[in-house]
């Protein structure tokens, strides 16, 4: 059973979840956006769907009833669900804030909002603000430009879509997700705020939980393979004999994730593929 989520939740004092009121299949109850900070000028992590009038009145209400503005906005990655609320948010604050976003691959197309400026955030940039000091951690793995929030005052990892308060997260590059997620383990957090679901009190347990998950899923997709080698699988077909009683809706993200899983093995030299199929090299690994 999922845990409640207010519209609004105070976390610490430095700390304001806003729930984004965009619930689906993908987003769990919505996307957490995040005011951080404890003076007048603050810091708006992430900004959720275009067009949610209900997220905007209570990011509104909010600033009006803490007398604050803000300063910048960081946005974790370029997922619509993270990014597509920026122009509404700037219509909100007079386009006074100054936004924020890591570049995309350097091969890779970037649909941004138009007309916001957006500024380049970098590896390891600080961001500081009356009650909490920010470190930007590039995270990629998710997509090539996700990024976390890294509060060393606080202890405080806020993981975007990196790690999820509930479940599993989607990624489009395996390799680099793991090593995203060992490096967020280095940090030793205290807790984690994610991009979805409640915040994470057993941080270490959950990383651990999701390497140990990846690996697991890893070693059954081999295993599926070896069971018919001469057998070329398509990544839906190994969705279909590794998921029991999965939505229809759900099964192209978990084929999405499953085929994430070939590539990396690909790059390992493990594997064959031919037009998206797929058999394990000389049938043995």
Known sequence: MSTFIAPISRLSNSVIRI????????TLQGTNTYLLGTGKSRILLDTGEPNIPEYIDILENLLQNEGATLSDIIVSHWHND??????????????????WKYPRASDEMEDLP???NFQQLKNRQKFVTEGISLEVIHTPGHTSDHIILWAPENKIVFSADCILGEGTAVFEDLLSYLNSLRLIQTLSAKVIYPGHGPEVTDPEEKIKYYIEHRLKRENQIIETLK??????????TIVQLLYENLDDGLQQFAAHNIRQHLVKLLKEGKVFEDDDKWQLKNNKL
């Open 19 to 26: 729930l984004g009121c965009n619930a689906g299949p993908m």
């Open 82 to 99: 993270h990014i597509g609320g920026v122009k509404d948010v700037l219509k909100l604050t007079q386009s006074n804030s100054t936004v």
């Open 114 to 116: 138009k007309e916001v």
């Open 227 to 236: 069971s018919s080698p001469n057998t070329l699988f398509t990544p839906l």
